[in-house]
């Protein structure tokens, strides 16, 4: 316990005034000082120790509840084995093949066109509409063996080459020229349950 200086006598911590001879001790108001800030400090509420409503913890274990879910839907999603079905390979087979096979034809009549050998095909439309429908059946090719690997851009990739012989089938005055894209709309239903599957 401290000293009062002037009565040697001893006073406890926290006292403003000697409680002997009266005089106000230096000590003492230090000492009653920090322990006012310090209790005043206690009592201001914290951001660490803020009380928090009921909504905001309600939402906060919502957020969490949902972000964890969302997490394990992925990790499922990444661990899951992917399946294309019997119909969806079927069709992609038959793609491939078809596409492999016209693109193999319009190569060749481009060819025959080129050096001026005379076959149906190459009678039949320019030298440009032949480039051009070997170039698209290349790009179906490469579009189904995407989708064999789960690429997204694969589907985009035969849509945009059905586009693209619809309007070369009218110029050539085809009269069944939207048969063409009955293909993607099969592609489109076969693919509609495995879509989230695609990258």
């Known amino acids: 316990m401290p000293l009062c200086m002037p009565c040697k006598k001893q006073y406890p911590f926290g006292t403003v005034y000697c409680p002997v001879c009266g005089r106000k001790l ?16 206690e009592k201001t509420p914290t951001l660490e120790h803020a009380p928090i409503s009921q909504n905001e ?27 294309r079905g019997g119909l969806l390979t079927a069709w992609l087979i038959l793609v491939l093949l078809a ?6 034809t319009y190569l060749g009549a481009s060819y025959n066109y080129a050096i001026g050998v005379s076959t149906p095909l190459s009678n039949s439309m320019p030298l440009f509409l032949l480039l051009i429908f070997a ?51 099969i592609l489109y239903l076969l693919l ?8």
């Open 26 to 41: 230096v000590i003492g108001e230090l000492t009653a000082k920090l322990t006012s800030d310090q209790k005043s400090l």
């Open 57 to 83: 913890f309600v939402v906060g274990a919502l957020d969490s509840k949902t972000s964890a879910h969302a997490r394990s839907e992925n990790q499922q999603k990444q661990n899951q084995p992917k399946s």
């Open 99 to 104: 596409n492999g096979l016209m693109a193999f």
């Open 135 to 185: 170039i698209f059946s290349v790009l179906n090719v490469c579009a189904t063996i995407a989708l064999f690997k789960w690429k997204k851009w694969g589907f985009y990739a035969c849509c945009l080459s059905s586009a693209v012989a619809f309007f070369a089938n009218i110029s050539l005055g085809v009269t069944l020229a939207f048969a063409g894209l009955f293909g993607v709309l």
């Open 192 to 199: 509609r349950s495995k879509w989230g599957l695609l990258e």
